[in-house]
């Protein structure tokens, strides 16, 4: 037991002092306001007792104080530290104490208020201040209030003075709330949401509660409000729009400051995230207006399924924090609206707001664009688990009110919004009795919403079963069995988009289509939490945890978005389109015309969408069209002939059939013709035609010991004999091979693989392969001299590798022909389970920056993440092929390429292959790669580093979640991967690779 006098910041049984109770936020309010934002007087102190004495008093001398910007958290603007930890709170577990040393800052700014204002009330609300905070006006202690991510507001009325009035404010870094506010982010104080002065009618509206729902005809609205009003108030008025049209309007009697409404409305059309239709509600009382958005929509549980309005749905999703690169927990209204549009656009349906309340604007954009919404309350005290006892607090019943108010507050305050669709009791805080309280007051407050809790493992309370990073063994035994009471299964985090990744998406998806009881999931996460910094040398990048000298911290762990800290879509978000995409579009392959086209929209017909196609080759269109008046129901399948013409196929050249859904007309988020999805097929038309070599000039051999070049006034090959390799190949009298391929196994490891690194890197040794020559033999044939090198590749200390065969035909006309066969062998028991890649690395000319490819792209594609990258002919330099990842690591790679090329303004370097193969080509090299911990450590290689692979390894998601799944792991195998190289003029790659020889 402790000794130790709780200070008002260490109880956690005052939640607030004199705080106002939380009330629905309105869309329109008609009463004035100040905005506070701006720039305020601050003292920072190391703890609140060092606080100067009458600091609240409006005549203290803030000469000497700093300024600071409200709403800004401190730590980004010089106080304090940045400090990032995934788990561990940064002090004792010792609830509710929390350091001495308990940095503080007092923030003070002065306000003019007329005499007409005075005339209503004064309310200070504070949007989200973090994690505890006093409040004195004009010297007088008004309150105090807890909970970052909930308005605090206070009744200031009796306060405030005409003329200029003081408001201080003294925000706590540590408060008991701390403990409730583990949540896996910077740990960031200070005032991070708008702070305002409400002028609310003194005769006014307390607060307008609105549930719509729809009735099982699927158009019968009920609409019950209930609405509150201030003290002399007898009647009022309550009028329902669509648009400009009045649906309803009623007079309001209270009674003891209370009236209901309650409506039964034919007609209405429902809300759904895919049709957000929305009503607007308007409630007048004494001289108060405010209006709230409302939806008619019903969210039930029907044979142990969730519906809205009546239909299973599928919530495709994702995580959203708030969180900004330059101002940290501090968002702007244009970027989260920027951030609905960007999930719109990516076929995204439904968002968690992890694991806090957002802005309340957050909401409004939600209700607008239509996402469902998982609400969920401020609560994570994920720190007891590595403690041992993790629910220390959670099933202590002197915690139950610091519990229950986080999620009634949430429900009271957000209630109206059609777009939540589940209140979520927070994150990672165990199970006990406290979130049984929490479940019991919601539902007493709202019974028209489902309780969702992944930390209720067992699905006591909550109403659907809730689970994260369930790999899908697991998913498919819940799929198929009725555990947990058969609660229908959602999945709160998956997909751990760390770095490079999350690869195997499409599997999820798969079973979440397959099984009813499985109804979706979202992906953790939205954003890369990197902070933007410049540094005194110029490099501009982005931080993560241990940074800044912060210890212990989780590194990179924060940078596990989809979206990139400079708001580029990583490749994985467009991936995640193409997988959720609701349009499926199939082909018949037999007739290579019949398109299925599957609607996985739950609620919209395909009607609004047209079907682009085209059959494309090389980089041109052959045809061209559109279908139009398609329909097909939700959940229904389409089948569409796509009318192409009959053509004759050139030679060595393949044909697509390309095929694009796309928005018939302009959306609220996008224009018309968004494409929703695409699909590509590859028609069998395919006329090879092999033709006779030229006939070719002249080689002369030169052998020594040690070397051997064979050379003519079109090419030079040099290879070393001693170590079995080409050491260089000429063309045209310029050197483009400045070192010949060698095998790799290895690729710089990606976070995904952060569980096998240790055993890749200081156990097997993958990235210290050596190759023995065993012999290099010589044939001078008629046309073309053939160099065969027999060699052993093995890691330091392996039992396990290779016998190889390098061939290398090397044409008098200027071209090299590759091959490599592997034969595998182990003569141990101790190798990787699987290896990045079999591949091999060379290096070309430093010069030959432009790149050409064709195969997979534009963006970086991997076996298991490739579902957004059709076939083409692309375009790039070579640091235009990288994906720059905030945390470097292996980046770039594009899968089925049969073609590539490095080339400057007038010429190029082309690669053909047979068989497709992976590339990867950069400016740097693996090992440079693996080093750097920011991109710009990543050193610049003197040649151009080409990697050609027969097998690359997928991404998964084992950074936190499914591994790569077993189609998608080389394993060690014997191979053949065979390439040739010549040189053409810029332009002329694509003729060129045509061009395909006898033998
Ligand atoms: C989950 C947690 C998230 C985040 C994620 C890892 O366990 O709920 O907040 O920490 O893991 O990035
Ligand atoms: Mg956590």
């Known amino acids: ?487 229908p299964h959602v999945m709160c985090e998956y997909g751990h988009a760390m770095g490079n990744g999350p690869g195997g998406l499409l599997e999820y998806q798969e079973l979440y289509r397959r099984y009813k009881r499985l109804q979706g999931g979202f992906i953790w996460e939205w954003y890369d939490h990197g902070i933007y910094t410049e540094d005194e040398e110029g490099h501009r990048y982005y931080r993560y945890g241990g940074c800044y000298g912060d210890f212990p911290n989780n590194g990179n762990f924060c940078i596990d978005g989809l979206l990139m800290p400079d708001r580029t879509p990583s490749p994985a978000l467009c991936q995640y389109k193409q997988v959720i995409a609701p349009v499926e579009i199939k082909l018949v392959v037999q007739s290579e015309r019949e398109l299925v086209l599957k609607n996985w929209y739950d609620f919209r017909n395909l009607s609004g969408l047209q079907i682009k196609w085209n059959i494309s080759y090389d980089d041109k269109v052959l045809e061209e069209g559109v279908l139009d008046g398609i329909s097909a129901a939700p959940g229904e399948a389409l089948a569409v002939e796509v009318p192409y013409s009959a053509f004759v196929p050139q030679a060595n050249t393949e044909y697509f059939l390309n095929v694009s859904a796309c928005e018939k007309e302009e959306v609220s988020y996008a224009a018309a013709g968004h494409e929703v999805s695409f699909a590509q097929f590859r028609l069998s038309q395919h006329q090879k035609l092999l033709r006779e070599r030229p006939r070719q000039r002249p080689l002369l051999v030169e052998e020594t010991a040690v070397s051997c070049r064979i050379s003519n006034e079109c090419i030079t090959a040099e290879f070393s004999k001693v170590y079995g390799q080409l050491t260089c190949l000429v063309i045209d009298g310029k050197e483009c091979i400045t070192e010949g391929p060698k095998l790799t196994v290895y690729r710089a490891t990606i976070d995904n693989d952060m569980y096998k690194k240790d055993d890749w890197m200081n156990k097997y040794f993958i990235q210290l392969p050596q190759e023995q020559t065993e012999s290099f033999s010589l044939e001078e044939r008629e046309q073309e001299v053939k160099v065969q090198i027999n060699k052993y590749f093995g890691c330091l200390n392996q039992s396990w590798g290779f016998y190889l065969t390098y061939e290398y035909r090397i044409f008098g006309e200027g071209e090299l022909s590759f091959s490599l066969t592997g034969k595998n062998f182990q003569n141990g028991k101790e190798e990787p389970v699987f290896l990045p890649r079999i591949g091999v690395q060379l290096q070309t000319a430093k010069e030959l920056q432009r790149v050409k490819w064709y195969g997979r792209g534009f963006g970086e594609n991997y076996p298991d993440s490739k579902e957004a990258c059709p076939v083409g002919i692309y375009e790039t330099t070579v640091d235009g092929m990288s994906t720059n990842y905030v945390f470097p690591q292996e980046n770039g790679h594009r899968e089925e390429v049969t073609w590539f090329s490095l080339g400057n303004e007038t010429e190029s370097l082309l690669f053909t292959a047979e068989q497709g193969v992976g590339i990867n080509i950069h400016n740097y090299t693996e090992e440079s790669l693996e080093k750097a911990k920011y991109p710009w450590e990543i050193e610049e290689a003197e040649d151009v580093i080409v990697h050609v692979d027969y097998l690359h390894s997928g991404l998964g998601s084992n950074s936190c979640g499914e591994e790569q799944l077993e189609p998608y792991r080389v394993k060690r195998q014997d191979f053949t991967l065979a390439f040739s190289v010549k040189k053409v003029a810029a332009g002329q790659e694509i003729e060129a690779a045509k061009v395909k020889y006898l033998k």
Not at 6 to 16: D, V
């Open 1 to 487: 037991m402790s000794g130790r006098v709780k200070k008002r910041w260490e109880n956690q049984a005052i939640t607030g002092i004199n705080r106002r109770k939380a009330y629905t936020s309105f869309y329109e309010d008609s009463a004035k306001k100040i905005s506070l934002n701006g720039i305020w007087d601050f003292l920072y102190l190391e703890a609140p007792e060092f606080s100067p004495e009458d600091f609240m008093l409006p005549e203290t001398d803030t000469t000497t104080w700093d300024q600071i910007k409200v709403p800004a958290v401190w730590q980004m603007n010089g106080y304090d530290n940045m400090h990032y930890t995934d788990v561990l709170y940064l002090f004792p577990v010792n609830p509710p104490f929390v350091p001495d040393k308990n940095p503080c800052g007092i923030y003070k700014t002065k306000v003019m208020l007329d005499n007409e204002w005075l005339k209503e009330d004064t309310i200070l609300r504070l949007k989200g201040v973090g994690s505890a905070v006093d409040v004195w006006v004009n010297g007088t202690y008004v309150g105090y209030g807890k909970i970052s991510h909930i308005p605090n507001e206070f009744d200031i009325s009796a306060n405030v003075i005409e003329g200029q009035n003081d408001i201080t404010l003294r925000v706590y870094k540590w408060s008991d709330g701390t403990y409730l506010e583990d949540q896996d982010m910077w740990w960031m104080s200070g005032i991070c949401r708008d702070v305002e002065l409400v002028n609310e009618p003194r005769k006014g509206i307390l607060d307008a509660a609105v549930t719509a729902g729809l009735c099982k005809d699927g158009s019968t609205g009920t609409l019950e409000a209930e609405i509150k009003v201030k003290e002399g108030i007898d009647t009022g008025k309550f009028v329902l729009y669509d648009g400009e049209t009045i649906m309803l309007s009623q007079e309001l009697s209270f009674d003891n400051g209370r009236a209901k409404v309650s409506y039964r409305l034919p007609g209405v059309e429902p809300w759904t995230a895919e049709t957000p239709k929305l009503y607007r509600a308007v409630v007048a009382a004494g001289s108060h207006t405010v209006s709230v958005m409302t939806g008619f929509r019903t969210i039930r549980m029907e044979n142990d399924n969730f519906t809205v309005n009546g239909k299973v749905i599928l919530l495709n999703g994702v995580n959203h924090h708030d969180y900004n690169p330059a101002t940290g927990r501090v968002v702007s209204r244009e970027q989260l609206e920027e951030d609905v549009i960007l999930m719109k656009k990516h076929n995204i349906n439904a968002v968690r707001c992890s694991h806090y309340p957002a802005e309340d604007y957050f909401y409004d954009l939600c209700d607008q664009y239509g996402l469902y919404v998982i609400d969920e309350a401020d609560l994570e005290c994920h720190g007891f688990e590595w403690t041992g006892n993790y629910k220390w607090i959670t099933d202590n019943p002197e915690w139950e009110t610091a519990y229950v108010d986080r999620g009634v507050r949430m429900v009271q305050r957000n209630r109206n919004h059609p777009s939540i669709i589940m209140w979520s009791l927070g994150n990672e805080s165990e199970f006990g009795c406290n979130f049984v309280k929490m479940a019991e007051a919601i539902r007493a407050l709202d019974s028209t919403r489902l309780i969702h809790y992944e930390g209720d493992f067992e699905a006591e309370v909550t109403d659907v079963y809730s689970t994260m990073y369930t790999r899908l063994k697991r998913l498919q035994e819940i799929a198929e069995s009725t555990e947990k009471k058969n609660k």
